[in-house]
């Protein structure tokens, strides 16, 4: 089974409620309409991208861009064959903390979720690709919420409201409302672990909720 692209895991945070970033995808110089409405709606943007079909992880990314650096950017970026996010920017100055958190699966159906957290302003790359780890916390299905965690709590409320073990988490937590919904919670992506035996790795899953997804947002 193809793994799923960056968009295509941003429309799976979607499927599962989460707050997350509005965006649309940019495939190539057809789509320069929605690249003029969105320069007009909003100030400041956003852009991830990646390369179609190709499991290269480290593409570029701008986490703060103003409208001339964004129009900058694009066509180059496309004649190197890469797709384009492009979102409303969420500033990474405003982040209290970022991270990833892995749910899996524990005996008597208790499942464990380990986070790993790096304090104060950027992005969650900063643990996901430079392993920038403050803190790392760990805990059961069976946990009641620690004051000692602050808003840590919401965040791990939010991994286990959804019915997902064997996955992983990019997340934020901001000090003002961001996002689709204008939370303080902000969920990134949700991937596999690899084990082979999550929702995530049954193809029929895929299909159904991510393929025939809307390829954009707005």
Same mark, same amino acid.
């Given at each position: 089974?193809?793994s799923?692209n960056?968009?295509?895991? &941003?429309?799976?945070?979607?499927?599962? $409620?989460?707050?997350?970033?509005?965006?649309?995808?940019?495939?190539d110089k057809?789509g320069?309409?929605?690249?003029?409405?969105?320069?007009?709606?909003?100030?400041?943007?956003?852009l991830r =991208?990646?390369?179609? $079909?190709?499991e290269?992880?480290? =593409?570029?990314h701008?986490? =703060?861009?103003t409208?001339?650096?964004?129009?900058?950017l694009?066509?180059?970026?496309?004649?190197?064959?890469?797709?384009?996010?492009i979102?409303?920017q969420?500033?990474?100055?405003?982040?209290l903390?970022a $991270?990833?958190a892995?749910?899996?699966s524990?005996?008597?159906?208790?499942? &464990?979720?380990k986070?790993?957290?790096?304090? $104060?302003?950027?992005?969650?790359?900063?643990?996901?690709?430079?392993n920038?780890?403050?803190?790392?916390?760990?805990?059961?299905s069976?946990?009641?919420r620690?004051?000692?965690?602050?808003?840590?709590?919401?965040?791990?409320?939010?991994?286990y409201?959804?019915?997902?073990?064997n996955?992983?988490?990019?997340f934020?937590?901001y000090?003002?409302?961001?996002?689709?919904?204008?939370?303080?919670?902000i969920?990134w992506?949700?991937t596999?672990?690899g084990?082979g035996?999550?929702l995530?790795d049954?193809?029929n899953?895929?299909?159904?909720?991510i393929?025939?997804?809307?390829?954009?947002?707005?």
């Amino acid at each position: 089974m193809r793994s799923l692209n960056k968009f295509e895991r &941003i429309q799976l945070v979607l499927h599962f $409620g989460f707050n997350t970033e509005n965006s649309f995808l940019l495939r190539d110089k057809e789509g320069g309409d929605q690249v003029e409405w969105w320069v007009r709606k909003f100030d400041k943007f956003s852009l991830r =991208t990646y390369y179609p $079909g190709s499991e290269v992880k480290d =593409t570029p990314h701008y986490p =703060t861009l103003t409208r001339k650096e964004l129009v900058k950017l694009i066509r180059p970026l496309l004649k190197k064959g890469l797709h384009l996010i492009i979102a409303e920017q969420i500033d990474p100055k405003d982040c209290l903390f970022a $991270g990833a958190a892995y749910k899996y699966s524990g005996k008597r159906n208790n499942n &464990i979720i380990k986070i790993e957290i790096a304090w $104060g302003p950027g992005t969650v790359r900063r643990v996901t690709h430079d392993n920038k780890i403050d803190i790392g916390i760990s805990v059961s299905s069976k946990y009641k919420r620690f004051s000692q965690l602050g808003p840590i709590n919401t965040c791990i409320d939010n991994f286990y409201r959804v019915a997902l073990t064997n996955v992983m988490f990019e997340f934020s937590y901001y000090k003002i409302p961001v996002g689709i919904l204008k939370e303080n919670f902000i969920c990134w992506e949700i991937t596999s672990a690899g084990t082979g035996n999550s929702l995530l790795d049954d193809p029929n899953f895929i299909k159904r909720h991510i393929i025939e997804f809307p390829k954009c947002k707005g």
